[in-house]
């Protein structure tokens, strides 16, 4: 039976956070609003692989990559990936471009993707071909993992401190973006061989780099995982959460996707946060009370309240700050 979705009952700007016995408050730092975005260094579609695509044919992939302004030479700087939404059928990297400013302006190297679409999907409600959906998932996640790889074997000359690596995506991408962190190839063996027989491995395809990688913290705009034993405790990775109270695409909390009862059943934003406080991880869920899975596979808020909260989580997490548990209904900047 489908898991009722919590109501929410609190429209107003509400802050609620859960008292845990290892929660504390950090010290106070400020939120950055680019004033001028994009004014660093930009590189614009690095090819970081290639791999056949849903249409059988092969296909370049490339990326964009911002930097901060006025680096210093011979200093690293944390990378913070990020992946358009678009359902696995469409998006460019180009969407998540002033993300990828905000992220830069705040320090971090920030790169965008284009990783590959394309599924047996219908306009119709709730038609679909499920085994096309998932091979689409795990080209995305094969992809964004060459792309990490590419990242960390350029870490010299792009200036990246392989030590603090961050995913960020919205809808589509906010579900890759929490594979990344989660999925391992035992775990895509078990569970789709046939995928993983046809497709190749997940760690070793779109390029032949091996470089190895470990994220630190992730932003999930509107995403979801599809196994919630997925987050262990030795797995659980700090996590900022955004999504519309009344999202009909992806769960709140956990059920089918576009409400489907046969389509892929997921684990959203509050079912990931329960398990990451028990785990004793970071998380912070905001979530827009009325407001539906919104365009461009973001949740209702703007850029750039999401991303100025996302960098802020990203640096408390690089700090070592006290570990922070809250659910925010409404506009409220949760940054620490």
């Known amino acids: 039976m489908k898991t009722k979705i919590w109501h929410l009952i609190l429209f107003g700007f509400i ?3 859960l008292a845990f016995s290892s929660c504390s408050k950090s010290p106070t730092s400020a939120i950055v609003t680019p004033t001028n975005p994009g004014s660093g260094d930009f590189l614009d579609n690095v090819i970081y692989g290639q791999n056949i695509n849903y249409q059988g044919k092969n296909e370049s992939l490339s990326m964009d990559i911002y930097f901060p302004t006025n680096m210093v030479a011979g200093k690293k700087y944390p990378l913070a990936i990020t992946i358009h939404g678009g359902g696995y059928i469409s998006g460019t990297k180009e969407s998540a471009g002033l993300k990828c400013q905000i992220l830069a302006d705040s320090g971090f190297v920030a790169a965008t993707i284009d990783y590959r679409v394309g599924w047996n999907a219908s306009s119709q409600a709730c038609i679909g071909d499920m ?5 689409a998932t795990y080209r995305a996640n094969q992809d964004i993992n060459a792309a ?4 960390v074997s350029k870490a010299t000359e792009y200036s990246i401190d392989t030590s603090w690596i961050f995913v960020s995506g919205g809808s589509a991408g906010a579900c890759i973006a929490l594979s990344c962190a ?3 190839d035992a775990f895509e063996k078990r569970t789709h061989p046939d995928i993983v027989a046809k497709l190749g491995g997940l760690n070793n395809a779109t390029n032949r780099l091996t470089n190895p990688f470990t994220i630190k913290g992730i932003c999930s705009i509107a995403g979801a995982i599809e196994d919630s034993t997925l987050i262990t405790r030795s797995s659980a990775c700090p996590t900022i959460f955004f999504q519309g109270g009344a999202d009909d695409v992806i769960p709140l909390d956990q059920g089918y996707y576009l409400g489907c009862t046969n389509f892929l059943y997921i684990y959203g934003t509050l079912c990931q946060y329960r398990q990451l406080a028990t785990y004793g991880k970071s998380a912070v869920a905001h979530i827009l009370p009325g407001s539906a899975h919104g365009n461009n596979g973001d949740s209702g808020y703007d850029n750039p309240f999401m991303i100025s909260n996302t960098a802020c989580f990203f640096h408390s997490i690089m700090r070592k700050a006290p570990t922070q548990y809250s659910i925010t209904y409404g506009t409220i900047n949760s940054c620490l």
């Not at 085994?131 to 091979?135: A, G, I, P, Q």
């Not at 990490?148 to 990242?151: E, I, N, P, V, Y």
């Open 15 to 17: 802050t609620i956070t």
């Open 131 to 135: 085994t096309s959906l998932k091979e």
């Open 148 to 151: 990490l790889r590419f990242l």
């Open 182 to 184: 989660y999925n391992t």
